[in-house]
Each structure stands twice: as structure tokens, then as C-alpha cells.
């Protein structure tokens, strides 16, 4: 049983900076697509971000365009954590965050194709 725990979320100024952090245990995730996810108050989830692996020590990132540019998704294996910094951020991304773990090679932005998720943790971003 895979278990993910978010955290860093926080309240930021518009404009501001973010660390999100979410630490897997279960098992080791080196070859496996980590995925974040947010929602935002009277609205559906909605694909943020994902990082894949593509053959040796090769990632891919994928990012959803309201967030290109101004979001970084990483991770550390050796630490079983994957991290997505905010920079810029907008009123807008104001949301609960969730990663997610995705045991096959699916769609990586389609949240029934994860697994396993975190519990969620909150970014709230001031005007």
C-alpha cells in the first residue's frame, strides 16, 4: 500500500513562491509517474503537473498551460519525495493540492489513471 503526504502549502502574497512536497513510502517509485493534482472550492480536480520516467535516468515533465512557465515539478528518488515549485503565483491557484502515484504507464494527466493519492494540502494565494 503505497501512502503519499503533501505538505508546504501555506498562504502566499500574489506573485510569491511556493514548495509543495510529497513524500511516498510503500515502496520505491524511481520508474513510476508522480502526478500533481488541485481543486479548487466548488470545482472539479484538474491535472496540474506530472513527472515521468523515460528510460534510464531520463524524466519528462508535463505541465497544464495555466501553470507552464511558472510551476517546476522534480524529484529526489533517493528520498522517495517529488516536489512542484510555484513561482508567480496568481490568485487563481488557490486550491487544495494533491500528488497522486500512477502504478501504469497511463494517461499521466487523467486523474482516474493514479492509484494512490495524499490527503491534500492547502495554497492560498492573496491579491
Do not use: H
Amino acid at each position: 500500500q503505497e501512502q503519499l503526504v503533501e505538505s508546504g502549502g501555506g498562504l502566499v502574497q500574489a506573485g510569491g513562491s511556493l514548495r509543495l512536497s510529497c513524500a511516498a513510502s510503500g515502496r520505491t517509485f524511481s520508474r513510476n509517474t508522480m502526478g500533481w493534482f488541485r481543486q479548487a472550492p466548488g470545482k472539479e480536480r484538474e491535472f496540474v503537473s506530472a513527472i515521468r520516467w523515460s528510460g534510464a535516468s531520463t524524466y519528462y515533465a508535463y505541465y497544464a498551460g495555466s501553470v507552464k512557465g511558472r510551476f517546476t515539478i522534480s524529484r529526489d528518488n533517493a528520498k522517495n519525495t517529488v516536489y512542484l515549485q510555484m513561482n508567480s503565483v496568481k490568485p487563481e491557484d488557490t486550491a487544495v493540492y494533491y500528488c497522486a502515484f500512477q502504478t501504469s504507464y497511463s494517461d499521466y494527466s487523467d486523474l482516474r489513471e493514479y492509484d494512490y493519492w495524499g490527503q491534500g494540502t492547502q495554497v492560498t494565494v492573496s491579491s
